[in-house]
């Protein structure tokens, strides 16, 4: 979930919030919400290299970053130009105010104008994507507004038909706590559309749940064997409900302080898995914690991909750098910001 066209004023001139300082000590994250804490957005915007419309391209592996606009075409353009993609994944904002803040990069919006988003950034997608291609948006809902946007973008989706639905996949999320008065919500939605007929390779992404039911027989070659014994691996192949990938959360090292409802980089590896090859070219429109970035990064994909803020696509490239040199995924609860620990350090951190 990240930034949309209507979020640029508060990225022009974001609040500040009256969140207490983070800790100095133990493991608690060194980096509150930066889409929430306009005074430590404040403090690290004179660290990021890039502004709007500015695009920053890696020497090694030919990667793309930019600070740009979802919903115009002449920014995807701009990062795009002639290239085609065999995959895009994108994790556009759900419209809703996530964890009770309704902020620039997790906005709440009226639904029409909601929609009037989504079809442009759809239509921008489509323009980048190869005559086979697959596409991937992850998608949320608010039971309190009629399980909006759901539904709603679902049947936005249909006035595409050069898209063909194919799978709606459940991830979910065990959080560490729930609710006294609903069942916890612990499920996220991956819708799966393709365009023309590209291939697609699930023996590429087994699971890490053993297989444990027995008792099918079949007589190959004048055998009977048991289904386990033809199986060609002693774990499930993924189906499109996804138990088996965990939340990202402080203590994990592919956390990204700062960054809020990040994707765990096992769900977008194995989308990359499955939908492309070596040397392919992967979209994202939403960088946020740049995990699309890393995933292709570690699988031999080159990834073009862009956030309306500064400071998400700061971070992305910083998470590519920190990864090379370190073969961390992230940085757990510390800083992707270090210049600003060492400013910290030195003062009261007000």
């Not at 919030?17 to 800790?23: A, N």
């Amino acid at each position: 979930m990240k930034s949309q066209t209507a979020t640029l004023d508060f990225l022009r001139n974001p609040p500040v919030s009256e969140e207490p300082p983070p800790q100095k000590s133990g493991t608690s994250e060194r980096l509150g919400r930066l889409d929430l804490r306009g005074d430590q957005r404040e403090r690290v915007l004179p660290f990021c290299r890039l502004g709007p419309g500015d695009v920053w391209e890696d020497g090694a592996c030919g990667h793309k970053v930019g600070v740009l606009d979802a919903a115009s075409p002449g920014d995807v353009e701009k990062i795009a130009g002639n290239a085609k993609a065999e995959l895009v994944v994108n994790d556009p904002p759900y419209n809703v105010a996530v964890g009770n803040a309704n902020t620039g990069s997790l906005s709440k919006v009226p639904l029409d104008e909601y929609l009037q988003f989504s079809r442009r950034w759809v239509q921008n997608a489509i323009g980048v994507m190869a005559d086979d291609s697959h596409l991937y948006v992850w998608m949320g809902t608010d039971y309190k507004e009629g399980f909006q946007p759901l539904p709603d973008f679902l049947i936005l989706m249909r006035r595409f038909p050069e898209l063909k639905p194919r799978n709606m996949i459940t991830l979910r999320n065990q959080r560490g706590y729930g609710t006294q008065k609903n069942w916890m919500w612990v499920r996220q939605e991956l819708l799966y559309y393709t365009q023309g007929r590209p291939p697609f390779d699930v023996s590429a992404v087994y699971t890490d749940i053993p297989k444990l039911v027995q008792g099918y027989y079949k007589n190959i070659g004048g055998k009977r064997t048991e289904n386990l014994e033809r199986s060609k691996s002693n774990c499930i192949r993924a189906g499109n409900v996804w138990v088996d990938i965990q939340q990202v959360f402080y203590r994990m090292q592919e956390n990204v302080a700062g960054c809020y409802a990040q994707k765990p980089l096992k769900a977008i590896e194995r989308i990359i898995l499955a939908n492309s090859s070596k040397g392919d070219l992967v979209f994202d429109f939403f960088a946020h914690s740049g995990t699309t970035l890393l995933a292709g990064e570690r699988l031999g994909r080159r990834v073009y991909t862009f956030d309306l803020d500064p400071v998400f696509a700061e971070i992305t490239i910083r998470r590519l750098e920190h990864y090379r040199a370190t073969g961390e995924a992230g940085w757990q609860w510390r800083s992707p910001f270090p210049e600003i620990e060492r400013e910290r350090e030195g003062s009261t951190w007000t």
